[in-house]
């Protein structure tokens, strides 16, 4: 079985079509998204509402949270105020433009997703199995980890958020595969040099009885798109130009 996770979309629906391309080359069986389908570029109308037709099993991002029940927006200490006042622009332009049906899809949206496949149980999350604004990145202590994983009753967690991919095993030894945390980046607003679209792939061995954790061969993808149809989409819109800007900076790997 293929399984296909995108996460962080951001607004950006020349990424998510890419990315969606790439799944249905893919092939996979099932797509799941782990939220954040709003802010940062002006498609926000057309993202939610090709997820919904594409009928994705969604998560609620702590944008969409936001957006969904108009939530106040709070400074971030991690922020440059530049950011701050970018943040605060685009949340609201997203507020002010979305229809009622796509707000009212986002309010329906659940706090976990949880998977199984034989023996592995498999939790989707959007920040983490506690809150949908905490960050988990690859260096996250170890032992945190493996006590959410247990607290969960999960062999796998996947999460988004922090727009960074990572595949880590805990506790850490190749050889000794017993949890498996995973980030499957950004589709819309990646952190990563390359500011590539990216998601995660998961191959599910049809022995996953007899495998277990074995069973599932994770891959990240990053995938090419329009990204300067994206820049200008934002600079001929009223979200700010920053997100522009930040896709516009794309160091050499």
């Known amino acids: 079985m293929k399984i296909a996770v995108i996460s962080d979309i951001h607004g950006n629906l020349p990424a998510l079509k890419a990315v969606l391309d790439d799944i249905d080359l893919f092939q996979a069986d099932a797509i799941y998204c782990l939220g954040d389908l709003t802010d940062g570029a002006p498609w926000n109308n057309e993202v939610t509402a090709l997820i919904r037709s594409r009928a994705i099993p969604t998560l609620m991002g702590n944008h969409d949270e936001r957006i969904a029940f108009d939530h106040p927006v709070f400074s971030l200490s991690k922020h440059s105020k530049e950011e701050q006042e970018a943040r605060l622009n685009t949340i609201n332009h997203t507020k002010s433009t979305l229809t009622a049906a796509n707000k009212e899809f986002l309010a329906g949206l659940p ?116 990204i300067a149809e994206t820049i200008e989409g934002i600079r001929n819109s009223a979200v700010p130009d920053f997100y522009a800007d930040f896709l516009e900076q794309r160091p050499q790997v």
């Open 111 to 226: 706090a976990t997703i949880r998977l199984a496949f034989g023996p592995v149980s498999i939790l989707l999350v959007h920040g983490s199995a506690e809150s949908n604004e905490e960050y988990i990145y690859e260096q996250h202590e170890e032992k945190a980890l493996t006590k959410m994983l247990d607290d969960q009753a999960a062999d796998v967690m996947v999460s988004g958020h922090t727009h960074l991919s990572f595949i880590r095993y805990l506790p850490g030894d190749a050889a000794f595969k017993n949890k498996l945390m995973m980030n499957a980046g950004s589709v819309g607003r990646s952190k990563e040099t390359d500011r590539k679209a990216c998601y995660l792939q998961l191959n599910i061995s049809d022995r996953i009885e007899e495998e277990g954790l074995e069973g599932i061969i994770p891959v990240i993808r990053k995938v090419s798109y329009p």
